[in-house]
């Protein structure tokens, strides 16, 4: 470490020790223009050990124990590189020489999991329902749903999930390591628009390295670090995918997609089936377009492809309109059926052919032979002239409709006929 860095390090442990509480917002907002502080902290925090280690581990908790936002975003900003010193001084087995780092890390924790009367946090988290649109995702490109998600979110039974309330730690051990170093991430994925971008290729490198560590691919990325395998669990990794899909979208794209990649890698060997869902989902939605920005600056984002929204009606959709029209139609069918009865006093109309077969005899004496346009006449009565078949569909129904007429006017005469029978046959017995 040089001497430079070294008193710009010096100078910034002996600010805050006598800053004045009414000046901490003021001390918060300047450290920003620090340009040479950040990197000088992360040599420190890369030379276990340096003997500035301890104290800046110490100031760090400090910064985030005063509740100011800046100052608690300023400690995040260094968690992948804190974490990574704590995973590979774990691996060489070697716990002296991490002790400030992991007391740092416990005091965080600590601090966390707690509200501010230091009763135990419940944090809740509503599962987003796929029928409702979301920056990820519209429903209009997924199809039909109304027997699922949509029946659901009609009755408002959407699924919340809790975690907490955790328990104190005072201590790492194999057990607890990564429940706590997975708290740790996403108290950071929380913050990760305010990170820099040293941070964020801080977390794609924590990322390669903790997947790849003792497993052949060590060899086809040509690091040189320890050569221990680390146990990861499924949350951790789907924590760091978080972190990456936004390094990816903000400018990280060689060290994202290597880092996503070394993630799935190791993902595939340990059959974690959450981490392998969520890293080949966010895979799977980048596009070659969105990974081509190499934009640092500017305000932060995620990258992701909304469906249009504007309307698409089937033109063979049900609309409402549709369904007016077939039931106008279905009541005029039946009007025209009931208007033909009442006419006919209630009598019943039998079915009588009209398709042209001669031979059939009315009552009168005449029979019905077919025309040439159709119609049919008594003997005696046919006309000679002919007409031309038409094979407009318009023609065609107005054609049925006057032999419906014709039909009933025959049967209304045949039973005009009878009555009248009846009546002279009555007379004449009497």
Same mark, same amino acid.
């Given at each position: ?77 260094? !968690? ?25 890390? !416990? ?120 050569? @221990? ?56 939605? !980048? ?98 002239? @002919? ?44």
């Amino acid at each position: 470490m040089l001497a430079m860095d070294q008193g710009v390090v010096e100078d910034w442990l002996s600010e805050f020790k006598t800053l004045p509480d009414s000046a901490v917002f003021s001390y918060a907002t300047s450290l920003k223009d620090k340009g040479a502080l950040v990197p000088a902290l992360y040599k420190v925090i890369r030379e276990n050990y340096s003997d500035l280690l301890e104290p800046v581990c110490h100031q760090l908790f400090e910064f985030y124990r005063s509740g100011e936002p800046q100052l608690q975003r300023f400690t995040l900003q260094f !968690l992948p590189e804190l974490l990574w010193s704590l995973l590979s001084v774990s691996a060489a087995r070697d716990p002296h020489t991490s002790g400030c780092i992991e007391a740092l890390l !416990l005091g965080i924790y600590n601090l966390e999991i707690v509200d501010k009367d230091g009763q135990s946090k419940v944090l809740s988290f509503t599962v987003p329902s796929l029928s409702k649109p979301s920056v990820y995702h519209e429903p209009s490109a997924i199809g039909s749903m109304a027997l699922t998600e949509g029946a659901l979110a009609t009755h408002g039974l959407s699924r919340v999930v809790y975690s907490g309330p955790h328990l104190q730690r005072e201590t790492f051990t194999a057990q607890n390591r990564f429940e706590v170093l997975t708290f740790l991430l996403l108290c950071y994925n929380a913050a990760l628009s305010y990170m820099t971008a040293t941070s964020l290729q801080s977390l794609c490198q924590l990322s390669s390295r903790v997947c790849i560590c003792g497993y052949p691919r060590q060899q086809m990325r040509r690091y040189k670090g320890i050569s @221990t395998r680390l146990t990861v669990t499924s949350e951790f990794l789907v924590q760091l995918i978080t972190g990456i899909h936004y390094a990816l979208c903000n400018g990280e794209v060689e060290l994202g997609s290597k880092a996503l990649d070394d993630v799935l890698y190791r993902a595939q060997l340990e059959l974690f089936p959450e981490a392998l869902l969520v890293g080949n989902a966010i895979k799977s939605s !980048l596009h070659s377009a969105a990974l081509k920005s190499n934009n640092k600056e500017g305000a932060r984002s995620i990258q992701v492809e909304i469906t249009p929204t504007s309307s698409r009606i089937s033109r063979n959709a049900v609309t409402s309109l549709s369904i007016r029209g077939h039931r106008w139609k279905r009541h005029e069918s039946q009007e025209v059926s009931v208007d033909s009865e009442a006419a006919l006093g209630g009598v019943a109309i039998p079915e009588i052919s009209v398709t042209g077969v001669s031979g059939e005899r009315m009552p009168n004496g005449d029979s019905l032979r077919p025309r040439t346009d159709g119609r049919t006449q008594p003997d005696g009565d046919m006309l000679g002239n @002919t007409s031309e078949v038409s094979l407009d569909p318009r023609g065609h129904e107005s054609g049925m409709r006057g032999q419906e007429v014709r039909r009933q006017k025959s049967v209304r005469r045949m039973v005009e006929n009878e009555g009248s029978g009846s009546a002279s046959t009555g007379r004449s017995q009497y």
